[in-house]
């Protein structure tokens, strides 16, 4: 079983979602990858005004309209938006077929705006993914580092996230989150450094490593090779190719009477 | 079992991280596991090093040593040293060498360095193969203290019209989708393109539709990414046997001859 945490269709070739997604759905079947989750629209925008997000989410809703059997969509929002992302939470996930939340580069995830909208998450249990990226020249403003993942991880010990991209510099980003134990590392987007995964294995350990590709902008096969290539025990890779994700995403498919 | 001519691996110590193969006997059982029946091989310790002489007959030895015979030394080249021609006398005259690797950004030179042409006339009179690695590592990630950037390969263009003949393989230089230097080469027919750093879904079927399947070789810079990541690839690529056969092994074999 194989569930791909991390997965775009800005980045696929087709000329509407409904192509994008079928394209997608064709290459996951040759990789062996039963589910996927898809999330930001047609056109990448990193500060997204309501107006942008919301379309940008109707665009998933559309690409996973004939998919929900291989699909999950996580709404993309924008936390300098409160409201108004508080506001998408409801449209796209308690009234929509949504499970999670992607938040990007818009604002840095320490930040106190993000309080509500974590909280209403947990409520609705629904995924939180948070891109992160340490970078060694200097995050652009806005970019969130895995410490401020640990900080905010830290003010909700009890709310599950997933770290984006492991935090790309990755070793550092799994000690920064290596104490706060309700946060998962996110295998996808970014080269297929060896020894990315056995760390993960030892300091965080299995439970809390999920793999996810970062489609298109990254290939299948290179973000699949992170755990096929890792040397770790058969069935830690288990864990990490499905089961955690599913293990994550159980309560929230419940809610909504989706089967998994 | 499928065979595969590895065109990007390197030996000994990445500096910044131990990696599971950076002691060869391991790295060759890794390679011989997965069918790789040929690899070239470079050596981490051309990329700082400054006794070079010494960093390329270690790589000999150890290819030697514990290589089954299937490791072939490209020993490096840094124009910047003083006297850097005896190196290349030597990979030629004493270590028989069939090809070289050069690290342009870690060695702080620019492709329109007057002993880079010198460099690839040298290469174009020995036969020799000449490797040129545009990056090893993402630049986001590298250490603060060592940053350097992708090596513009651009200028090949116009260097490469005096050497029609010379083979020459870019490695690490498909860093995501990015196709800049792809762009720009893709008019030299002589110049080859490894796989590792390709990236995008189907990533080696629109790289064949860019430039002929013919110059595209497998290479999974082993053991600094997982060796896997490269044979996923193909199988992701949709590509027909025909096609991934002359990855695999063919236009590697071709080249080595040419
Ligand atoms: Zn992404």
């Known amino acids: 079983m194989i569930w791909d945490l991390h997965c775009h269709i800005a980045t696929v070739p087709g000329r509407t979602p409904d192509e994008r997604m079928y394209y997608l759905v064709q290459i996951a079947d040759r990789m062996g990858i039963d589910r996927m989750c898809v999330y930001m629209g047609m056109k990448w925008s990193d500060d997204p005004t309501p107006a942008d ?31 108004e992302s508080l506001d998408e939470i409801e449209r796209c996930i308690r009234d929509g077929p949504m499970v999670g939340i992607k938040l990007w580069v818009a604002e840095r995830c320490n930040s106190h705006d993000l309080d509500r909208i974590v909280e209403r998450c947990a409520e609705l249990k629904a995924v939180i993914f948070q891109h992160t990226w340490l970078v060694t020249s200097g995050n652009r403003a806005g ?55 056995e760390m993960a294995y030892r300091e965080l350990g299995a439970e809390r490593i999920i793999y996810g590709s970062d489609a298109g902008g990254r290939s299948f096969a290179s973000q699949l090779a992170k755990v096929s290539g890792a040397e770790i025990p058969e069935s830690a890779k288990k864990l990490i190719l499905g089961p955690n994700l599913r293990r994550m995403m159980l309560p929230i498919l419940h809610a909504k009477g989706m089967q998994a | 079992m499928t065979h595969f001519i590895d065109t990007n691996v390197t030996l000994s110590r990445w500096p910044f991280r131990r990696l599971r193969g950076d002691d060869t006997v391991e790295l060759v059982k890794i390679l011989r596991h997965h069918g790789v029946t040929q690899a070239w091989a470079g050596t981490f310790d051309g990329v700082l090093h400054k006794d070079i002489a010494s960093a390329n007959e270690r790589l ?4 030697r040593q514990h290589g089954h015979g299937i490791l072939l030394p490209f020993g490096t080249v840094n124009i910047m040293l003083p006297a850097w021609e005896e190196d290349v006398r030597r990979c030629v005259e004493e270590h028989k060498m069939r090809g070289l690797r050069v690290f342009p950004n870690y060695h702080g030179y620019k492709l329109d ?6 460099l690839l006339a040298m290469c174009d009179e020995h036969r020799l193969i000449l490797q040129l690695a545009v990056s090893i590592e993402d630049e986001r990630t590298q250490h603060p203290l060592l940053q350097v950037t992708d090596v513009d390969a651009a200028p090949l263009a116009g260097l490469l019209k ?4 010379l083979r020459v393989v870019i490695l690490n230089s498909l860093r995501g989708t ?38 595209v070789l497998f290479g999974s810079h082993a053991p600094f990414f997982y060796f896997e990541s490269a044979v996923l690839k193909l199988r992701e690529s949709g590509l027909g046997e025909e096609q991934l056969a002359r990855i695999r092994t063919k236009n590697a074999e071709a080249l080595l001859l040419g």
């Open chain 1, 53 to 83: 997000f919301r379309n940008q989410n109707d665009e998933v809703l559309q690409a996973l309209s004939h998919w929900h059997h291989r699909a999950f969509g996580f709404a993309y929002i924008n936390p300098k938006y409160v409201k």
């Open chain 1, 143 to 197: 970019s969130s580092t895995p410490q401020d993942m640990a900080e905010l991880a830290g003010r909700y010990p009890n709310v599950p996230m997933i770290l984006g991209h492991t935090g790309g510099d990755w070793e550092l980003g799994i000690c920064a989150i290596r104490a706060s134990k309700n946060v998962s590392v996110d295998l996808a987007g970014f080269d297929p450094t060896s020894g990315v995964t």
């Open chain 2, 60 to 63: 000999v030895h150890e290819c």
């Open chain 2, 113 to 118: 360095h007057p002993d880079f042409a010198r």
């Open chain 2, 162 to 165: 005096l050497h029609p003949r």
């Open chain 2, 178 to 215: 990015g196709t800049r230097n792809l762009n720009h080469l893709s008019a030299c027919k002589n110049v080859s393109f490894d796989i590792a750093t390709r990236e995008g879904v189907e990533g080696l079927k629109t790289l064949a539709e860019k430039i002929s399947v013919d110059r």
